[in-house]
């Protein structure tokens, strides 16, 4: 039984591991073809508990302006200055070019993929068999 579960862990390893990477080289060619920019944060809209930036960004004397991710109430406030990246086709394509926005999930994913990767070797290296590969036969 040990055995198939590790197998199991193994590919989902394998595959989160797979999105992973996707994702990173994904993002990396996103910021590669998108021009960085410095956006200014125009609206703070308070929740609860939480903020949400709004931030405003001019492109050829072209306003434009897009809603950040929530987030706690001390990130921004009012004129912060953000770095972000645009696509030069699209400006309404953008994203806010702080690293956990870029590269948490990426990241996440590779290390979460890699982990259960290796405890699915590690259990099926280790399992069921009494050793084998480490009994040396010494016949003199």
Partial sequence: ??????KGFILIGLIILGGGLVWGYLTFDYINNSVKTE???KQV???HRSITPVFE????GKTYE?????TRPDAYELNDKETIYYN????DDNRTGNFMNLWFMPVFLTGFGIILGAAGL???LF???KNPSFTVNRQM
Wanted: aromatic residues 6%; hydrophobic residues 35%.
């Fill in 66 to 70: 897009f809603e950040g991710t929530n």
């Fill in 88 to 91: 030069p086709a699209d400006p």
């Fill in 127 to 129: 399992s069921g068999k």
């Fill in 45 to 47: 809209i308070k929740k």
């Fill in 57 to 60: 960004f001019t492109v050829k």
């Fill in 122 to 124: 590690g259990t099926s």
């Fill in 39 to 41: 956006a200014r944060v």
């Fill in 1 to 6: 039984g040990g055995i198939m579960a590790a």
